[in-house]
């Protein structure tokens, strides 16, 4: 059958760049001078040829099969003004990248309508919206890092990977960053991480490499979905020492492939634990790779993209010759 012609955004560049492997043709809406939520095929991604740049303007004149949505204003506002009607009753997705931020447990999500899937990254976000009439589906996170890239831990250093910690406040942990800073060294790399004496931003093919150095990765996030930046450390085989709360707590089996507590001086005492010792390191970095492996490889990953959208569409997969 033919790849599906689908309709997104470039919301999360990292999350788009893994979507885009699935078999289909992807048309990213694009603006003038490239605002955030408007980037189309751009940037530092080695996107695949099946990743298309779609000018807002011209949407509305292309045919497609399926619309993506990956935030709320593309839900509320852009699919009015830039896709016709008849578009607008084409199959629909929403990908959830979050967990419900006005209140944990009874926030009802923006998304009411049975003949729209939500998609949500982690079962931990599925479980806290109200997600009322809407049918839901979790999709776990896929990453792909270089296969020539492997872990070393030689510098005695953690490594902690947010964007624009300093002004994201207490739900992104910027206060257990700084306060963990005083008692072990750790380097922060993000966007706007100069603003928190950081080290600025590594580009996404770099930082599999870049990260790898470090002997371990800390993740000080209070409340918010799973980063594919510590996925993407476990794959390397890197340690990753983090609180134990939204789905990180399925994440990281704790004293095995990292460290895992709610009481921050819990988590310095392994990191100072980590610093001293590389073997225990390099252990728990080893079975963090096989546990990321086992649960976030791409196939996986691809294969649940393709079923979720063939299922929308009513369109299957060809069978392969022979199979049942």
Request: proline content about 7%; glycine content about 8%.
């Amino acid at each position: 059958m033919r790849p599906l012609k689908i309709l997104t955004w470039h919301t999360h560049g990292s999350y788009l760049y893994y979507l885009t492997q699935a078999p289909h043709a992807f048309y990213v809406l694009s603006k003038p001078d490239r605002p955030p939520g408007y980037a189309g095929r751009s940037g530092q991604m080695p996107w695949g040829a099946n990743v298309h740049d779609m000018p807002a303007d011209r949407a509305r004149h292309e045919q497609f099969d399926c619309i993506v949505f990956q935030d709320d204003q593309q839900y509320e506002k852009d699919q009015y003004e830039f896709l016709s009607a008849q578009q607008r009753a084409l199959p629909r997705i929403y990908i959830e990248h979050d967990p419900p931020r006005a209140h944990p447990t009874d926030m009802p999500h923006l998304v009411d309508d049975p003949n729209v899937l939500l998609v949500h990254v982690s079962h931990f976000n599925a479980l806290m919206y109200d997600s009322a009439r809407t049918p839901t589906r979790v999709i776990e996170h896929g990453v792909l890092v270089p296969e020539h890239v492997a872990y070393s831990g030689e510098l005695a250093r953690g490594l902690v990977v947010i964007n624009h910690l300093a002004r994201r406040g207490r739900r992104l942990g910027g206060d257990i960053f700084q306060g963990a800073r005083a008692q072990v060294p750790l380097d922060l790399v993000g966007m706007a991480a100069e603003e928190l004496d950081g080290l600025g931003e590594v580009a996404h093919a770099q930082l599999p490499a870049f990260a790898a150095r470090y002997r371990f990765m800390f993740n000080p996030i209070r409340y918010t979905s799973l980063g594919l930046a510590v996925i993407e450390a476990m794959m390397v085989g890197m340690p990753v020492v983090a609180l134990a709360t939204t789905e990180m707590a399925t994440v990281i089996e704790n004293g095995q492939s990292g460290f895992i507590d709610t009481n921050p001086a819990t988590l310095v005492t392994h990191m100072q634990a980590l610093l001293r010792e590389p073997l225990l390191a390099r252990r728990l970095g080893a079975h963090a790779r096989r546990r990321a492996l086992e649960r976030f490889g791409i196939a996986r990953f691809s294969a649940d993209w393709d079923r979720a959208l063939r299922d929308v569409t009513g369109i299957r997969a060809a069978r392969r010759p022979g199979s049942g």
